[in-house]
Nanobody, 127 residues
């Protein structure tokens, strides 16, 4: 079992920045990939960014490329999402997720490939 706790959400004006963190605990001794998804009211949960175990491979949704950066600290079992130039359409609940392995592009970006999910953190961007 793996437990994920997100933090760093909040209210920010358009053009501002936030940094989300997600700490994993439990069975984290194997290699694993992590990612961020988000869900706005009335919409489906969508992919935002993913990162491989080594950090050598990262993937982003087109809507956030150039503005968001995903990174990780394996010593602390933590993944980060630096969000810059935020827009009102970035408003959503942001969820981090965890999967063992995650060695292919398909698995890194597929919602169904992730085994564990956090409870989410709210990000609100005002115009």
């Amino acid at each position: 079992q793996v437990h994920l706790v997100e933090s760093g959400g909040g209210l920010v004006q358009a053009g501002g920045s936030l940094r989300l963190s997600c700490a994993a605990s439990g069975r984290t001794s194997s290699t694993y990939a992590m990612c961020w998804f988000r869900q706005a009211p009335g919409k489906e949960r969508e992919f935002v960014a993913a990162i491989s175990w080594s950090g050598g491979r990262t993937y982003y949704a087109d809507s956030v490329k150039g503005r968001f950066t995903i990174s990780r600290d394996n010593a602390k079992n933590t993944v980060f999402l630096q969000m810059n130039s935020l827009k009102p359409e970035d408003t959503a609940v942001y969820y981090c997720a965890f999967q063992y392995g995650g060695h292919t592009t398909v698995r890194l970006t597929a919602k169904g490939a992730y085994d564990y999910w956090g409870q989410g953190t709210q990000v609100t961007v005002s115009s």
